[in-house]
């Protein structure tokens, strides 16, 4: 099995849990990804949870926001966690800016309130694991409508909290959070 290059955007945000998660892969290169020259290296992109609109700011500082967005639609695959589900998402509920805009979905920002609210369950993803998996919510997004090519993976208390669409997926939760290696394998096999 070929050696695929992982980038991990860090400019903000849990990168390093994210960065230290793919390290326990095998056929996985993580890499950290703060510049054009990083993007062009990597096969696969993790926009970590963090501050959406502080990542959303830097992206557009470090002119890293179109070159991520052309990989995208070109196939790129992209996976993001709670602020990064909010960055790739192309409406955010009650608001007026989005930032990538790339993925079919509508965004609650801090939908489960705030730090204090923070919380954690178990659930069966669909397609991702027979098993319940622990999901970390912290000041968790979650998706309140989604585009008829959107694959809904799980469900919480009727709110959809992970989903795909072709080469990009969103969890409102955060598996670096975890000793559970099933969510980032699962994107590895994209």
Request: some cysteine; proline content about 3%; hydrophobic content about 40%.
């Amino acid at each position: 099995m070929s050696l695929k290059t992982i980038g991990v955007l860090a400019l903000q945000g849990s990168y390093r849990e994210h960065t230290a998660s793919l390290k326990r892969l095998h056929n996985v290169l993580p890499l950290e990804v703060k510049s054009q020259e990083d993007i062009e290296r990597i096969d696969s992109l993790i926009i970590p949870g963090g501050e959406s609109t502080t990542i959303g700011k830097l992206l557009k500082d470090f002119n890293l926001s179109s070159i991520i967005c052309d990989k995208i639609h070109k196939g790129m695959p992209v996976w993001g966690t709670c602020a990064g589900m909010i960055l790739l998402a192309e409406k955010i509920i009650d608001e007026d800016c989005v930032h990538l805009g790339v993925m079919d979905i509508g965004v609650r920002r801090n939908a489960y309130g705030s730090q204090l609210d923070s919380f954690t369950c178990s659930a069966v993803l669909n397609g991702v694991s027979d098993e319940p998996m622990k999901l970390v919510f912290i000041r968790a997004p979650w998706i309140e409508n989604i585009g008829r090519d959107v694959e809904i993976l799980g469900i919480h208390e009727g709110k959809i909290v992970a989903a795909r669409q072709n080469n990009m997926l969103a969890t409102s939760f955060h598996p670096e959070l975890t000793d559970d290696m099933t969510f980032h394998r699962y994107f590895a096999a994209f």
